[in-house]
């Protein structure tokens, strides 16, 4: 079971941290990952992070801005956004995976999910 939090209002330009507390024991054999929805459009991959935390992957329109981590110990995944912008307005989703085919930044792909946070970003 994944349960995020940490969404709220935000100027442009501001920051915000996403967490994703894990329950269960088989969180640190997952890759983790966030997804966001904005209005009227499908998810998108914005973040992956392999299980050690060794390797991360974003998508364009993030990266340099956003960061992925995870605390194995405390079975917890995060995201600092940094200068946002309003069109990372959205509610943002923590998924995980064993990812045993290989990364993929395919939702549908994902199985374990998130309730989902939301983030505005005002301009």
């Known amino acids: 079971q994944l349960q995020a939090s940490g969404g709220g209002l935000v100027q442009a330009g501001g920051s915000l941290r996403l967490s994703c507390a894990a329950s269960?024991?088989?969180?640190?054999?997952?890759?983790m990952a966030w997804f966001r929805q904005a209005p009227g459009k499908g998810r998108e991959f914005v973040a992956i992070?392999?299980?050690?935390?060794?390797?991360?992957y974003y998508a364009d329109s993030v990266k340099g801005r956003f960061t992925i981590s995870r605390d194995n110990s405390k079975n917890t995944v995060y995201l600092q956004m940094n200068s946002l912008k309003p069109e990372d307005t959205a509610v943002y989703y923590c998924a995980g995976d064993p990812l045993n085919g290989g990364i993929t930044y395919v939702s549908d792909k994902w199985e374990y999910w998130g309730q989902g946070t939301l983030v505005t970003v005002s301009s």
């Open positions: 992070i392999s299980w050690s935390g060794g390797r991360a």
């Open positions: 269960g024991r088989t969180f640190r054999s997952l890759f």
